[in-house]
């Protein structure tokens, strides 16, 4: 049975950081890109970022880039998300997603249910 179990998210101040962390199984993590998205109240789901199956790829949504990393251990069966710079509009619930290949453009088949990141000054 595939799961992913999302955990790290939490109340941050403006400027602060969170590691927000996916724990997988029931797959073999590197065969398969992951990606993180999020959705804030009111909002639709936006894709935050994407890593390759072999982390030599990575994508990044315009509204996080230069301050998001998302990074990969296969040998933990985990991805991670850093937030760095946190704004108050990150404030979201974030899901951890597994892709149906190895490589980002693929669709997201597989959901976490999600952590809550606040960001509140």
């Not at 998210?9 to 992951?34: I, K, N, T």
Request: charged residues 20%; aromatic residues 12%.
């Amino acid at each position: 049975q595939v799961q992913l179990v999302e955990s790290g998210g939490g109340l941050v101040q403006p400027g602060g950081s969170l590691r927000l962390s996916c724990a997988a199984s029931g797959f073999a993590l590197d065969y398969y890109a992951m990606a993180w998205f999020r959705q804030a109240p009111g909002k639709e789901r936006e894709g935050v970022s994407c890593i390759s199956s072999s982390a030599d790829t990575t994508y990044y949504a315009d509204s996080v880039k230069g301050r998001f990393t998302i990074f990969r251990d296969n040998a933990k069966n985990t991805v991670y998300l850093q937030m760095d710079s946190l704004k108050p509009e990150d404030t979201a619930v974030y899901y951890c997603a597994k892709k149906s290949s190895s490589r980002c453009g693929f669709t997201s088949h597989y959901w976490g249910q999600g952590t809550q990141v606040t960001v509140s000054s």
